[in-house]
């Protein structure tokens, strides 16, 4: 049930069959981790056109399991979903990333942004908010250099009141990116009335955009729909110049993937494009 992937960390995956017994002790585990200090986050950097500056990061969660080596957040996440340990967890990462933020201004380092990723329960939690507004007084941020993730699915869950909390957040100054766009079913007049200030394409349709006619058109009218609603849009899991390019005749406005740089250790984060490019 385990095979060190090419992103160098173990990997669970649901098909794999991992038995309950295995389970229930990565889920006694878990609720150690975090006073164990086994969480750690990576950074993902953001480029934006037309300069590929630094736009921001994206904290993503990883474990360093002692028996089982760095696991993936897909193999541990779902499971905190699902027994409710996420919000502990989801503090705990939002608490560390901001921590990271407050570590590179102290440093002088230019990182505009940290974008935080939000589960559904996480986001449903009558306590974002409050914790939200109390880790930016606590660390002295600005709201601003803060994003919150969340997928198309869970802003779509119960749309009022995701429109409330959304309207909380978005008032305080905290930015919003709807991530994984084009796997869900937002209507357009919800997304048109979301106070959502990134919209981020996913990975599946950038994967084959230069062979996939289909993919093509999708993605063309995703980042055409981005400007019409004054979105920022984001293109995810970009690997290879050839995407890049592709993108960048349409208008995509910010590029995150391999090619630019993967994830990595907060003191290993690069400035620029890991690939330099041609202007
Ligand atoms: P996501 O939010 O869509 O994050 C992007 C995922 O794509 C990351 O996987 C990243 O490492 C990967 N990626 C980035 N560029 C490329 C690329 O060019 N090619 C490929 N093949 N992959 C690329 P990761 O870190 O394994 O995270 C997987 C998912 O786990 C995330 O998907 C997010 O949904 C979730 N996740 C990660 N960290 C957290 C967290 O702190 N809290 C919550 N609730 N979820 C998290
Ligand atoms: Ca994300
Ligand atoms: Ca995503
Ligand atoms: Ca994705």
Excluded at 107 to 135: H, I
Aim: with cysteine.
């Amino acid at each position: 049930t385990k095979d060190n992937g090419r992103n160098g960390y173990t990997f669970f995956a649901p098909s794999m069959n991992v038995s309950a017994h295995k389970q229930l002790k990565v889920l006694t585990d878990l609720r150690r981790a975090i006073e164990r200090n086994e969480l750690v986050l990576h950074y993902q950097p953001k480029f934006a056109a037309p300069d590929y500056h630094l736009a921001g990061v994206e904290a993503l969660l990883r474990w360093q399991h002692p028996e089982l080596g760095l696991l993936s957040p897909a193999s541990f996440i779902p499971l905190a979903e699902r027994s409710g340990l996420i919000i502990a967890l989801g503090e705990w990462v939002l608490e560390e990333a901001c921590r990271q933020m407050r570590a590179w201004q102290d440093e002088g380092r230019a990182v505009p942004s940290v974008a935080v990723n939000l589960s559904p329960l996480q986001f449903s939690s009558p306590t974002l908010v409050g914790m939200v507004r109390d880790v930016l007084v606590r660390h002295r941020l600005e709201a601003s250099c803060l994003t919150l993730e969340i997928t198309e699915t869970t802003a779509m869950r119960d749309a009022e009141t995701s429109l409330d909390i959304l309207d909380q957040l978005t008032l305080m100054g905290v930015h919003i990116a709807i991530d994984d766009f084009g796997t869900g079913y937002s209507s357009l007049l919800y997304l048109k009335r979301l106070p959502a200030t990134e919209l981020k394409i996913d990975r599946a349709f950038i994967r084959e955009l230069e062979s996939n006619p289909e993919d093509a058109a999708i993605v063309a009218s995703i980042v055409a729909l981005g400007k019409t609603l004054n979105l920022r849009v984001v293109a995810e899991g970009v690997e290879t110049a050839g995407q890049r390019e592709h993108l960048r005749r349409l208008g995509c406005d910010v590029y995150q993937g391999y090619l630019l740089g993967r994830p990595v250790e907060a003191g290993q984060l690069a400035r620029t494009p890991l690939d330099a490019m041609p202007l």
